[in-house]
């Protein structure tokens, strides 16, 4: 427990959070940021372990101060350096989805430890009968005790004379305190569910059209050996690659150059030495903003781009071409080999 008020189920509620995120929007150097969230709660839990071993300050000093029993050795400073730890391998391996390996531990480890909450709350709570309410014991066959008393017993002794008291059990009632402690995790779990389903909401849509979608490209026939075609709808460029531009095939090239974000123009009267065959060549992708360089498949060859133009997933179907504009791949030198053949 860290508190009076157990701050598992946040803790539990921003795992499973990272969790949802981590493998429905994986982001570089997950492991860094998840990690950072972990320091975070070591810092918290430690600070307030720290608060509840030293209790309140004493108004009078006791002249002879009871020996407190010494607590156990913390497990926070632990949670720290792991979290410390992670920062640094996540900043080290850039893997996508590191998150999982803290996400899925504190996960478990917050339920583990808010149900062991709710087990010592319900300890606390249930009321102490003491035995000696109960009466004097009563042998029944065999030396064994039995309680509480059975009914032919209670006849026998009203029959002599016994005064017989029965106690009536009232139903027991909702506390004021009990009520706000239900309220209170309904509504954390209600907000809790509300942030998840927004999250989903946002990070995997549905019911998109246009960009963003699944966009039809038209026909096959509509694209010549060669050519380059716009697409405003889709914001991206069909290329259908001929054997010499390395396919044949169609790629859709996303328009956005992975510099700065410029729109890339085709431009058929742009001159340059292209570095496969030294050779000068018209006819290249065209950043106008920054002058990065791409070849008939959007590989880089010149500018401060930092790789070549992404593409969309592109089908062909009854000779129609489709593409998912949700789904872009980074590009690389080797953008030709992703083309679909018609």
Not at 52 to 63: K, L, Y
Not at 118 to 144: C, D, H, N, T, Y
Not at 243 to 259: I, N, R, T, V, Y
Request: net charge neutral; charged share 15%; proline share 8%.
């Amino acid at each position: 427990m860290i508190g009076r008020v157990s701050v598992w189920p946040a803790v539990l509620g921003l795992a499973l959070a990272m969790i949802v995120v981590t493998l429905i929007h994986p982001v570089p150097s997950s492991l860094s940021y998840a990690s950072g969230a972990l320091v975070c709660i070591a810092l918290l839990g430690w600070t307030m372990e720290a608060r509840e071993v030293a209790g309140p300050p004493p108004a009078v000093e006791p002249e002879h101060e009871e020996e407190e029993e010494a607590p156990g050795p913390s497990l926070w400073p632990v949670v720290l350096s792991l979290g410390i730890v992670g920062i640094a391998a996540g900043l080290i391996h850039n893997n996508e989805h590191g998150a999982l390996l803290v996400a899925v531990p504190l996960a478990l480890g917050s339920a583990a430890a808010w149900a062991n909450h709710l087990k010592r709350e319900m300890a606390a709570s249930a009321p102490a009968v003491p035995v000696s309410s109960l009466g004097p014991p009563i042998s029944g066959p065999g030396g064994r005790m039995l309680l509480p008393v059975p009914g032919n017993v209670l006849a026998t002794q009203a029959a002599g004379g016994a005064a017989i008291a029965l106690e009536r059990v009232e139903t027991k009632q909702v506390s004021r305190r009990g009520l706000l402690r239900i309220t209170f995790w309904a509504g954390l779990g209600a907000g809790l569910a509300g942030i998840a389903g927004s999250i989903v909401d946002m990070l995997y849509p549905r019911g998109i059209t246009g960009f963003g979608g699944v966009v039809s490209a038209g026909t096959v026939d509509q694209f010549p050996p060669g050519t380059k075609t716009q697409v405003p709808e889709g914001r991206f460029w069909i290329v259908n690659l001929t054997a010499e531009q390395g396919g044949p095939g169609f790629l859709a090239l996303w328009w956005k150059c992975p510099h700065l974000g410029c729109t890339v123009p085709w431009r058929s009267d742009f001159n340059f030495v292209d570095p496969a065959t030294s050779q000068e060549k018209k006819g290249w992708f065209r950043c106008p903003c920054h002058g990065s360089t791409y070849n008939d498949s959007g590989a880089r060859v010149y500018g401060p781009a930092p790789r070549s133009m992404d593409h969309f997933d592109l089908t062909i179907a009854n000779n129609r071409i489709s593409v998912n504009t949700g789904k872009a791949t980074k590009g690389t030198t080797d953008n030709a080999k992703f083309a679909v053949k018609g």
